[in-house]
């Protein structure tokens, strides 16, 4: 059977049917591998599984068979195997003065090894397979070609120089079949010998077969029977019989042959072979096997690999009656190998042929060897003893173990990974004498463990010197975490064990859970956010600054892990596993006596809180690495559900691709996803790699959108003040800082640009709360500037600026800004805001001059046409803004940039080119198809922007394409209302046809209001001599006329224009007051006389009943007194309580 199971050709089939031994073994194993289940009932095997005929018989291995070492020899057991193959692919030669620590380590699975590009593993000669015989010779075509091609590649290879790369490949077996020890343990795997091997034994049978046939009839000898002449039938038989019995058994052996199919690989060019087995200790069939590391001695210049052929699993189960149909069937071919491919069709047929062709001549021999002299079965017997012999040549490579290791269970990849870091020296590299069986105390270079009788935590020490200098880092720290880890857990079991002396631990799987405190890192303000944003909500809790010193007084010195404390400045630990001694140091607090780490509590077992440890800290080195954040941008979810007015922001931050990390890494069981974001959280936010937190701007923008809408200016600069404060957390260099500082600066620009349109307000409206929150944001922003001593962030924003045309006066934050930067010279300053978004296709769109090549140029390049920069102008944007020459007309018709893309401010690039005024730019943006209608966060359109500026021109092709007249913005405002503020009287006589006279601003003043606010007398006239004309009477929110804001505002040409038109002079405001008592309280002698000259009654009472002299003297203007006194008024008026005016003036 031993001889049956390492067939793997014809010649073992001619070696084990020749003068063969245990015939009726043979047919037995046949019909157990593959036989139908009539013919297995017959030998009493009806009912058993494959998986034993294949531990029996078959060199294969699969999911119910595996090889396994006892410490002594390789083994065959039914179980699924415990051990995991790799394959280590080392430089054939290596250069003078480098060694294997030099070289990288690369990691690969079997198919990828395989493939043609990589050539780290190639199939070698034919693979070993049942392959149809009428389709053997095209196998052999596409071999020999095969061979011939990669021939032709090792030659040209040896040619070049440096044919091999500077690595070390590792390649991992993943296959679900067990990996075969035993078959890679030898070097015996050429066919010469076995060949010559076959030809002897059928030599040596056709002897014996030769010298029967001259002992019965050659004259000379003609040994007799029992003195007897030998039968006629003797020696046929025997012959008959013998090479009937030879042709079953080659049936036979070619049956349980081809019950495996093998496949065998060799190393590339320029690289040699070491295979490494980690077992990993297992009970199996109830034999218990350990943890060892099993190599071969020598390197392996053939990988074989053998596994079960498919055809056992694929055919149908062979009956009586389908064998008669298959028989009937063949008999009625008339090609010969249509007969034979319909015998490989059908496994079990081939079974049934050579059991009973071996059987019929078995029987056949035996009667014919009864029949001749003694002398013939005596020949037979030493050709069967010297095949005997051949066969345990052949078979000789099965008596040489490999190599083999133990290892501490649970550590056997530790141990693999501790030996790449030294590969000159790993066992299984080294060709010298097998290592004793203490030879893992070696390994890990002196490592010892050291428990203090009275002490509850352990002092780990570790020597990593070693012979040869310093043992690798790498090496090191992982057989120094290994060995704490294992050295640890079993300390505490053991006094887990001894604490109550009873059978407890009988009942209790692994160690009792105990407290375990996680060391997250520096407790930063930043850090402290980052948890916050990112940790699931069923995560582990944080502890607080104050709360860590008093859960760590419970905790376990060697129970407290983290921190990645190389990078904490403030500490001195070092390694995972904390020593007693420095539990206090690990806490130190800082000036104000406040905790310097945050902490997670945990119950976490020993082993799985070590391994997390151990896996934050290569977080720590990943993070370190990283050229910059991770792929995409994080996403808000909202994690309060009330409906209050600052619900919106509690939220947490979440990455797809983060997540799906996160997820795979807990698939693996090192933790809950909460664990998993403890340890990645921290060293990504430290360095700055967590994804872009962006959405955070846009979260505030979305909700300042709301009030910026309603032109409530400073409850959106509360939320940008929010957000200004909550960035904070972000490096300033960090995008959202550099971002979240430009929409800051962009949103007081607006107030300002605001401001600037509106500036006829100032002494008409109290603005001192406006103006607060406003100061607020400037006051946070100038301490920006402070703070960043560099002054690159509001450096660069202020050329960001400049080159947008907005003007460094309009923000008013030069206070901390150089005063060159004032005036700069835009394309030596591209360096500056190139990090900003800035390229340089902004750059051409924004010149003076045409620039058509160079942009078609840019364009070519693949280029994005709609490219934005850190506040969302795209180069239509500069060109629309900055730009007269035709350079819009390229961007908008010929390369059909997108003329609607929002800024910031959502404006669009016409917004800018109305504000502008060039006509030009406008209609090559109307042809682009531009919204017309398109409106900003505040409501402002392309119509309002071109009132505002007074370009009637632009103002009549929006019209003519289609723009709403009566347009609103966040105010209330038409661009009626905006251009009689601003005094434009052409534009005024333009829209005052088409535009609603009805609308007014959100404090319902008109544009006869707002043009007499702003002091303009032409357009004031204008509108009074329209037709029809403006409503003179026309009163405000808090009931006022356009009289009443002349006479306030001391507009004297303007009242003259009023009273001529005969405006009301007595008309009553909300409070019942008159303007002449207005023109009395705000001392306006001139407004008074021109308004009782009018006809204004002088006698008149406001609200609280008293006249306009009581209101003189109550104010205290003598010259108003004697004014009134001298038009007429009446000195003995009394008020509603009976006091006249000379009792105001003594009292007063």
Known sequence: MQFMSQSMGWADHFILAMAPVGIITIIVSTIRVGGPSWLKAIIGRARENL????????????KEVCELWNGQEVVWCMDSSPVTEFICLLPESMEPGTNYAQLNIKTIGLLDALKEENRYLETYGELVTCILWQDSHISKDKSFWRSIRRKIQDDEQRESPNHTSPEIIIIRNTTAESPNISLNCHDQFGRRGLRVVAVVATILQLGVLIFCGFAT?????????????VQNYAFPCMATGTLTLVLGLLVCSHVIESSTEEERYKPGPGRRVRMVWLQKAQTVSDQHFGSFAIFPVEDRKIITTSRRASKLCDDVPVTMLATKAS????????????????????????????TFVSLCGFVVQFIGLRGVHWSASIAQLVSVLIMIGFRAWVCRGLAEPPRSIPLDSGFELDWFATTLGEIDRAPWHDRLAPLPNDETKEVFRNWTVQTGHQTSTYEISCDTEQEHGPMPENQAKGGRLSLEKKGLESQELERANNEDGDDAWLRTKGLPAKRSLRLLGQG???????LEWWMPSDGPSILKANETRQVRKDIEGHRIIGGD???QSITNTTGIAQESGNADAIFSENGDGEHVLL??????????????GIFSSFMWAVAESLSGPMAGAAEIHSIDETSGADSWKSFALRNGHLSKIIQDIQNTGLGSTGDIYLSMIPPLGVENKLPHAEAIIQLAQHHAKTHERMGQLEEAGDIYLWLFQTVQVFPPESHVYVKTAGVLMLHLKYIDFIREMREFEEGYVDVAVRNFRTDSLKRHMNKLIQQDRSNSVPQRLTTLFQAQSRGLESARIQKGVSEKSKDIDLSRSLEQITSLGFTKLHYLCQGRTYQKDAISGYVKEDKDINCRDILDWTPLHYAAARSDSDNIFVMATVHQANVNALDTLDWTPLHYACLRGNAKNVVSLLRGRADVNAKGKNGIAPLHCAAMKGHKTVMSLLVEAGAAIDVLDGFQTTPLLWAASKGHKAVVEYLWPDASRKLRDDDGRTALHLATLANNPEVVELLLKQNPPAEKDAKDRNGQTPLYVAVVEDRQAIVELLIGEGADTEAKDLGGNTVLHWAVTAD?????????????????????GHTILHWAVTVGNEDMVALLIELGADKEAKDPDGHTVLYWAVVI
Request: overall charge positive; glycine content about 6%; aromatic content about 8%.
């Open 217 to 229: 009839y050659y004259p000379s000898m003609k040994y007799p029977k029992d003195d007897k002449s």
């Open 51 to 62: 998986a034993v005929a294949e531990a029996d018989l078959m060199s294969s291995t699969s």
């Open 599 to 612: 902490a997670a509590e945990s119950y976490t077992p020993l082993k799985l809180l070590y391994a997390q």
């Open 1084 to 1104: 306006k002698e001139n407004m008074a006389r021109l308004l009782i000259k009018a006809g204004s009654d002088i006698e008149v009472r406001g609200a609280d």
């Open 565 to 567: 404390v190389h990078h």
């Open 524 to 530: 930063t303000q930043a850090l402290a956010q980052n």
């Open 327 to 354: 028989i009937e069937r063949m008999a009625s071919f008339s090609d010969f190998k249509a007969v034979i491919k319909g015998i490989d069709r059908i496994f079990g047929l081939k079974v049934i042929i050579g």
